[in-house]
């Protein structure tokens, strides 16, 4: 009996390219486990009218750990022209099933590290006072509060009477009031105190057990008094406990212009969850892009790992296939670390760093050319040819206790 179980979840697009790849590097680093595929994203959202099946949700339940690929979302109304023609009009409404996952199982830490690998050409560089250029090395984890915010989904267009009578309340919204319904959207920013406190200690949990020694909260209090205002106030009362740590507090407008300035000042960074979604970006382009984004949604129980690209359909019916899979094997190795798998995850980490290192194989946009049919003849490396270079350099980068592993 394996001692672990995943739910693997493909979803769309490049998701369903990428996850294989995953899998057989796991099963190379002797990770001892049995994977239920599980149905999510927009084909179930065609056919059934939920892109998140019930049973998928319950594999979950029941496995509490997994690795997702990509979805594809669009916007509402070209979601409601896809659906099959006797599921429109019938009140169906599309969520983004990872966000439902998300809410449905309480992930509420997503973390996001940032952190680069030497010689990746895709590496920010800047250029010296006295000529020529430095390549800062940046390590950065960004602690996002997932489950709360303006990704709550409390929104409307058209909203109820008793929703615009209790805006109408405050006084901010006297320009608004005569607006007609129809031509007002609104979504709603919700913050608890519990949850900011929380994700909070778990990034200066982060910051003591790693070593950083720093933490950023990001936010907007300025202007956002009330909402961004408890993130900071509740950043504030936990740093008290962590005194060996600097609190650093930055306007998320701000932090976006100087992490080109000096990314190496910052450490871990905690912020709600547009503005953690909006700086993990702005980090990840700094040390390659989407191709070497991964997260985590933690929660108390269940916890799902994946790379934060999309799905790229213009990509997904090329063979072969040619996106860079290393972010899926980040999401891979954090599943690894999350449960105690230290030394495979590192086995990985460093394997990654080797092929990025030597330079030998490059995907299309470690290559710097635009994505297409012809990146292969242009010398990129194919999805496969990328992940058969990472297992090769597997056996060079083992530990001697690890390589009964790779035999």
């Known amino acids: 009996m394996a001692k672990y179980t995943v739910v693997t979840m493909p979803g769309d697009g490049i998701g369903k390219q990428v996850m294989p790849e995953a899998l057989r590097l796991l099963k190379a680093v002797g990770f001892d486990a049995e994977y239920f595929q599980a149905d999510i994203g927009w084909e179930c959202w065609r056919n059934e009218g939920n892109a998140l099946p019930e049973l998928t949700v319950e594999l979950l339940a029941k496995y509490k750990l997994g690795l997702f690929g990509a979805i594809t979302s669009k916007p509402k109304k070209e979601a409601e022209a896809e659906l099959k023609s006797e599921l429109r009009g019938k009140g169906y409404t599309y969520f983004s099933p990872i966000v439902t996952l998300r809410q449905h199982f309480n992930l509420d830490t997503c973390i996001r590290p940032c952190i680069s690998f030497p010689g990746n050409p895709l590496n920010f560089i800047r250029k010296k006072a006295g000529g020529g250029f430095e390549e800062p090395f940046v390590d950065v984890v960004i602690f996002r509060q997932n489950t709360e915010g303006l990704y709550a989904g409390v929104e409307w267009t058209n909203p109820p009477d008793q929703v615009c009578s209790a805006l109408a309340t405050h006084p901010k919204f006297k320009p608004f009031a005569g607006t007609p319904g129809a031509d007002l959207a609104i979504s709603v920013r919700i913050i608890t105190r519990e949850a900011a406190h929380k994700i909070a200690k778990v990034a200066f949990e982060w910051a003591r057990k790693f070593g950083y020694r720093s933490v950023t909260i990001c936010e907007k209090p300025n202007v956002l008094r009330e909402t961004s205002g408890m993130m900071e106030e509740e950043a504030k009362a936990v740093a008290k406990h962590y005194p060996e740590i600097a609190l650093w507090s930055t306007n998320i407008d701000a932090q ?152």
Do not use: C
């Open 256 to 407: 976006t212009m100087w992490l080109t300035k000096n990314p190496e000042d910052y450490g871990v960074i905690v912020a709600s969850n547009l503005f953690g979604d909006v700086i993990s970006d702005a980090f990840a382009g700094l040390v390659g892009g989407l191709g070497f984004a991964a997260s985590g949604n933690v929660g108390d129980e269940v916890a799902v790992f994946e790379p934060t690209h999309g799905s790229a359909p213009k990509y997904a019916e090329l063979y072969p296939a040619i996106v860079n899979p290393i972010a899926m094997f980040l999401a891979a190795a954090m599943l690894l670390e999350h449960v105690g798998e230290i030394d495979k995850a590192k086995l990985i980490h460093d394997a990654i760093a080797q092929v990025v290192r030597d330079g030998n194989v490059r995907t299309y946009d470690m290559l710097r050319i635009p994505g297409g049919r012809n990146v292969i003849a242009q010398g990129a490396a194919s999805t496969r040819q990328m992940t058969d270079a990472i297992l090769a350099s597997l056996g060079k980068v083992a530990e001697p206790e690890l390589e009964e592993i790779l035999k």
